[in-house]
């Protein structure tokens, strides 16, 4: 099973492309209080994606989705109908890096409840999208307890403006407070 928003159960194809896992083809039963909402209480509503976008991000090597819904004229100028061409870089800002360290299971909870994805959306609810890239960085396994600990990698970036320490840093918090709370993992 995945996690979208607006479904349960979900589900999704990955495709293994240059050495990363590619998410496409996102389904699943739509929730039923959407389904409610709109009149269709007795019906089931199913949701579906083609992943289009992750595969233009392949085929014209862009780095970031937020990037297809700019309105910079920079980014749609790159492009025309029937050519194939490679995404040239253009933000002038800086990326600024924060790593969150903790353990996915505990003494009490051996079992690894821990999905990389729920750490995704707590990471997008707080940052939005100043969060250009999530990444594992790190997986350990304690040789004694075998309690298994992850590090990830957060970058954030604006496109249109640098961001300040003091922004970032209040991002980071509020991330590391919302990860133990809702992820009931404990930081390192």
């Known amino acids: 099973d995945e996690y979208f928003p607006f479904t ?3 589900f999704e194809l990955e ?8 998410e496409v083809l996102g389904c699943g039963v ?7 909402e709109v ?3 007795r019906q089931p509503g199913w949701a579906f994606g083609l992943g289009l976008e992750r595969l233009a991000m392949v085929l014209f090597d862009i780095p970031d989705i937020r990037l297809f819904w700019s309105e910079d004229e920079r980014f749609h100028s790159q492009f025309e109908s029937g050519k194939i061409v490679k995404f040239r ?5 800086p990326p600024c890096y924060k790593d969150i360290s903790f353990w996915t299971t505990s003494d ?7 999905h990389p994805n729920d750490l995704y959306e707590v990471v997008r609810d707080v940052g939005g999208d ?6 594992l960085i790190d997986d350990f396994t304690h040789p004694a307890t075998g309690k298994v600990s992850n590090c990830f990698r957060i970058s954030y970036r604006s496109m249109d403006r640098s961001l300040t320490n003091e922004e970032v840093d209040d991002m980071q918090e509020r991330v590391r407070d919302l990860t133990v709370e809702k992820l009931g993992v404990e930081l390192r």
């Open 39 to 41: 009149g269709r209480a």
């Open 130 to 135: 100043l969060v250009e890239k999530v990444e």
């Open 15 to 22: 495709i293994f492309f240059d050495g990363e896992w590619m």
């Open 8 to 10: 349960d159960p979900s």
């Open 108 to 114: 009490e909870a051996p079992e690894d409840d821990f």
């Open 89 to 93: 870089p253009y933000s002038k800002y």
């Open 30 to 36: 739509v929730h039923r209080d959407i389904v409610k």
